[in-house]
């Protein structure tokens, strides 16, 4: 989905805004995008409970459930870990958030900058 590639762009902008080294914001962007990936329910169905809470942070719980939504009409339970799905409104109400949120934060990062005064 294209809201995906642009959260993900925000992201990006955010930790490179933040860190503003090239070396530490693609290390620090592997491992966030790797563990909302792990925690998001994609590729391990039972989530330990102590990083259960990531799910709902990861922009990859979200997009899985909106695809599983457009898929199936009523979602098979074999699918789903959760038994309550509704028409999608949180999902895309999660996905706007993120992607307004990634970027006001990098806003944000870029505005405590100090220029150097030539």
Same mark, same amino acid.
Request: charged fraction near 15%.
């Given at each position: ?36 990936? +792990? ?6 169905? !039972? /989530?330990?409970?102590?990083? @259960?809470?990531? $799910? ?38 999660? +996905? ?6 990634? !970027? /006001?934060?990098?806003?944000? @990062?870029?505005? $405590? ?6």
């Amino acid at each position: 989905m294209v809201s995906t590639k642009v959260i993900l762009q925000g992201l990006g902008l955010a930790i490179g805004a933040t860190l503003l080294d090239i070396k530490k914001a693609t290390t620090l962007a592997s491992v966030t995008v790797m563990t909302f990936m +792990l925690a998001g329910g994609f590729f391990v169905k !039972r /989530v330990p409970p102590f990083i @259960s809470w990531l $799910r709902y942070l990861s922009f990859n719980y979200h997009t899985y459930r909106l695809l599983l939504k457009v898929q199936y009409d009523p979602v098979p339970d074999i699918l789903t870990t959760t038994k309550h799905i509704d028409n999608g409104a949180t999902e895309v109400a999660a +996905l706007v958030a993120m992607i307004i949120g990634y !970027r /006001v934060l990098a806003y944000l @990062s870029l505005r $405590r900058v100090k220029v150097p005064s030539s």
